[in-house]
């Protein structure tokens, strides 16, 4: 698709000539590389609420980032106007980070990813979200009300939520790249809470989605679906006891539980920390990180997937990284400025929230690859311990490598069965040590149902997991019980 | 920028609207990041943003636009009525009755420009010198990830259709280190930050460096503990994110929806004796001061929980409208949309002893410095974290450990809260004092 048939050539006129000249003035004070990022962002949300639509929000933000490189240093500079002299003047601000002569050494652009034949089409989708209405989109929530609040007497409270959005980016590169972009991106989210009598009320969640059009959740995911999980998930927690506390085997079942390997692995393989030398993993290449059945990828390639990209946000195509193959550690997630520093190639990892915010190295969709036990025998295989079904959010310190996550749904394992469920779990540990504990990996890798955000240093992208079931033989759980 | 608000809100008046409400902000940012003693990155921008949140009849609709053109605005006008038609009626949907509006008199000290005048080589100064507070203070500090001193100012207005419009300025600017400190095989790193609405009001970058470097020196060789029941000691700045949970079991939202441990609670004694919360958005020149919320109404003070007892929920119009009380004047939206409650200065009454003498008066226990993680349901109170810091035997630290969780039920542990120090300071919106917890269940090995 030539530049002209490309929403900002469309819709703003701009030309190769005019990204040429912006790229010439971010690079007039000298610096090694320059880019342009041009992103359109069209969003709606639209949520329900004691059976209410009571909120209904669209909005537009358009903008443009300018970065300039010299050396270690980045200079960044934004403009919510595109008319050529505001993006002129925030590339003269990018610019002061760099000082000598100018050394523009480019002629002109190659084409790059973005719905294009050379690049990927991960998110080919009949229906995009802003071409339906807005009514169809408004009946998604109202179904996932009616069925959570049919599916159980004791559901009190039920929201539902649906978001999706639109990006347009272009990407322009001092060394030659220019890519497009049209990214989809749509969650249906359900939450309830549930009574008991006069006790004490739970909470169930439930949610997904992905890089898809409406059509996905007429057909593959439905709001009733999510609603009838949310409701189960409020349904257990009902009967949980507190969590135990101290060390025990874990087990985590297949799917959303991968934020384990998100918070414990990936973020200390991300370049940046590593290029400092702050990660728990700085220059542990090629050693052993985890037990030999555990192989660990980052993969934005997968076809509709909430992380994935067919294009990183600095015009990069993504691919599939491995991170750990059969325990030993192989690779670091690069961005172009740690790329270039490091000497390596860029693994098409670098992503930012939006046009404000400055690329770095980020996880895609990161999970573990299957292996060879049956889920069942796994659980047989543990006289006592805690099987983890679902979780809330975690957090890791990259620097100790401690981290932490929340189990929002798990149950004992007694004499090799799943007994009681319990409530308020929290899992800690250390991420070069935590996975040397696995000891068998299941053969039925699921990937999570899209409902990833993940944040670094304040910037959100939305992201993606999975794992097979896997049995970590020692591990911290946080609770209050016995 | 009000008479655009003002003209947004008219424009969706003639085009149908019952009722309608505009808030513009624009904001400039700049960030200078230094990391071992080189400049890194270098950010300076500016934006702006309308929103707009339109009632036709009791159905509520709203959009945002970053393109504030006669078109833009248009445009959003026309995409809020839109989206109206197809949300549902609210009984309870509507604007704050007029005789709530108004803004506080007298200027709040919210904007300096003292910061304006600092140019950029010196910002960039300010940012080395606190780095190399950190890089200095102690040989086992040998790296750092960096340093920085960063700016915001910017000017939010606000109009409605009841005849509400004002607007404020404001500004701030901090400076903030992570040193990275390594002994044997133990790597740790900590932070350390100022901020203030006016340069002057900054700490130093030594003393934030050198308080940085102390923070992160401290925590190497942290081992795990044995799984018991002790006393926890939070120190202030984990106290402050126990406020925010306090706030989110307090706020109209969760408490109409009972989705609180807090819910149907006011006049009961909630927490210990040593507990007094208190919401006031009318101290000048912090962070959670405003002349009006983000609906038009005055903020105000209120004493939330006093001596123990639960006194006031946190509401804006709609949560006081559905509980049948009068808004506190807490209103918080980002641009648009309905608003949801925030806070003002929301802080803990500070006590009577030093955190030393709360310290000293502990014969076993933790004291901690950081948490991760969520692990906090204020549905239920149930109350489990990853945590971070200081073992204490007999009145003294005796050494730092880490890679464990501290659990509890909040609605227990505001009821042991044994003390509240003297040490409570305004960092940010959100404050508390050192806090002791009679006891607390601490799993590690």
């Not at chain 1, 770095?360 to 889920?375: H, V, W, Y």
């Not at chain 2, 780095?131 to 086992?140: F, G, H, I």
Request: hydrophobic letters at 35%; aromatic letters at 6%; a negative charge.
């Amino acid at each position: 698709m030539p530049l002209s048939d490309s929403f900002f050539g469309q819709k703003f006129g701009i030309t190769e000539h005019d990204l040429q000249s912006y790229l010439s003035e971010a690079l007039a004070a000298g610096g090694d590389y320059a880019d342009l990022y041009f992103e359109c962002l069209a969003t709606s949300q639209l949520s329900i609420d004691e059976s209410i639509v009571k909120s209904a929000v669209q909005g537009v933000s358009l903008g443009v980032g300018v970065r300039v490189i010299s050396g270690e240093r980045t200079g960044y500079a934004y403009s919510d106007d595109l008319s050529p002299e505001k993006i002129r003047k925030a590339a003269r601000v990018a610019a002061c980070i760099a000082n000598g002569p100018a050394k523009v050494d480019k002629t002109g652009f190659t084409r790059n990813g973005g719905n294009s034949a050379r690049g990927h089409d991960l998110y080919p989708i009949a229906t995009s979200p802003s071409e339906t209405s807005l009514a169809e989109r408004v009946e998604l929530v109202k179904r996932a009300d009616r069925s959570a609040r049919a599916a159980d007497r004791r559901v009190f409270e039920v929201q539902a939520s649906y978001v999706d959005s639109v990006r347009e980016v272009l990407v322009a590169t001092s060394d030659g790249v220019l890519s497009t972009d049209r990214q989809p991106l749509a969650r249906l989210g359900v939450s309830v809470l549930a009574r008991e009598g006069d006790g004490v009320a739970q909470r169930g969640y439930s949610g997904g989605g992905g890089r898809v059009g409406l059509e996905f959740f007429e057909t593959e995911k439905t709001p009733e679906h999510f609603a009838r999980e949310a409701v189960r998930q409020a349904i257990v927690q009902l009967g949980a006891a507190p969590a135990p506390a101290g060390e025990m085997t874990v087990v985590l079942g297949p799917g959303w539980p991968g934020v384990l390997l998100h918070e414990a692995v990936g973020h200390g393989l991300e370049a940046d920390f590593n290029r400092k030398q702050v990660s728990a993993f700085s220059g542990r290449i090629g050693q052993q990180v985890a037990s030999p059945l555990c192989t660990v990828v980052d993969d934005g390639t997968i076809r509709n997937r909430r992380g994935s990209l067919n294009v990183d946000d600095e015009g990069a195509a993504t691919q599939e990284n491995v991170l750990i193959e059969k325990g030993i550690l192989r690779g670091y997630l690069f961005d172009k400025l740690s790329s270039r520093l490091l000497r390596s190639k860029t693994t098409g990892s670098g992503r930012r929230e939006s046009y404000q915010h400055i690329p770095m190295p980020r996880m895609t969709n990161t999970f573990m690859l299957a292996g060879e036990s049956d889920p069942q025998d796994i659980i047989r295989s543990t006289p006592r311990g805690l099987y983890c079904a679902n979780f809330g959010g975690g957090q890791v310190d990259i620097t100790s490598g401690n981290f932490v996550f929340s189990a929002s749904e798990s149950y004992l394992i007694e004499d090799g069965r799943i007994t009681r469920p319990v409530r308020g779990a929290m899992l800690t540990g250390n991420g070069p040590e935590a996975l040397k504990h696995v000891s068998m990996v299941g053969h039925d890798l699921q990937l999570d149902e899209g409902m990833g955000l993940c944040g670094k240093e304040g910037q959100s992208v939305p992201v993606g997991v999975g794992i097979p079931t896997i049995k970590i033989d020692r591990m911290t759980v946080g609770g209050t019980g016995g | 920028m009000i008479d655009l608000a003002r003209q947004a809100v008219r424009l969706a008046l003639d085009r149908g609207a019952k009722d309608a409400e505009c808030t513009l902000a624009e904001g400039q940012e700049f960030s200078a990041h230094v990391r071992m003693r080189n400049l890194e990155t270098l950010k300076d921008a500016g934006s702006r943003r309308a929103g707009l949140r339109v009632l036709v009849g009791k159905r509520v609709g709203s959009a945002h636009t970053s393109d504030l053109s006669s078109d833009g605005v248009l445009q959003m006008v026309k995409s809020a009525l839109e989206i109206a038609e197809i949300s549902t009626e609210d009984p309870f949907a509507d604007l704050p009755d007029p005789s709530e509006l108004g803004s506080l008199p007298g200027d709040l000290d919210l904007y300096s420009d003292d910061i304006q005048t600092i140019d950029t080589p010196a910002r960039i100064k300010e940012a080395l010198e606190t780095e190399e507070a950190a890089l200095s203070w102690d040989p086992r500090i040998t790296n750092s990830e960096g340093a920085s001193f960063s700016a915001h100012s910017g000017q939010r207005v606000f109009a409605n259709s009841r005849g509400f419009f004002g607007g404020y300025r404001t500004s701030s600017c901090s400076l903030s280190t992570t040193p990275v400190a390594r002994q044997g095989e133990s790597m740790e790193r900590d932070f350390w930050y100022s901020s203030a609405r006016s340069h002057s009001k900054l700490d130093s970058p030594a003393a934030v460096g050198r308080r940085a470097a102390e923070r992160t020196v401290r925590r190497l060789g942290a081992r795990k503990v044995p799984t018991q029941k002790v006393p926890v000691i939070f120190d202030s700045v984990t106290a402050r994110s126990l406020l925010g949970n306090i706030f989110e079991a307090v706020e109209g939202d969760s408490i109409y929806r009972k989705a609180s441990f807090l819910a149907g609670k006011l006049g009961e004694r909630v927490a210990s004796e040593n507990v007094t919360v208190i919401d006031d958005g009318c101290l000048p020149g912090l962070f959670g001061t405003s002349p009006f919320d983000d609906e038009g109404v005055p903020s105000r003070r209120t004493v939330v929980i006093d001596r123990g007892v639960l006194r006031s929920y946190l509401l804006n119009s709609y949560t006081a409208r559905k509980l049948g009380l009068r808004t506190t004047g807490n209103a918080a939206r980002g641009i648009t949309g309905n608003a949801g409650v925030g806070h003002g200065n929301f802080f803990l009454e500070k006590g009577e002893r030093s955190p030393e003498e709360i310290i000293r008066g502990i014969r076993q226990g933790l004291y901690v410095t950081e948490l991760i993680g969520q692990g906090v349901n204020v549905v239920t109170g149930d109350y489990s974290r990853g945590a971070a810091g200081l073992w204490i035997e007999n009145g003294e630290f005796a050494y730092p450990v880490s890679e464990i969780t501290i659990a509890a039920n909040l609605r227990q542990m505001l009821l042991d809260v044994e003390a509240a120090g003297s040490d409570l300071e305004f960092r940010g919106s959100v404050a508390s004092p050192t806090l002791l917890i009679r006891e607390m269940t601490v799993s590690g090995q």
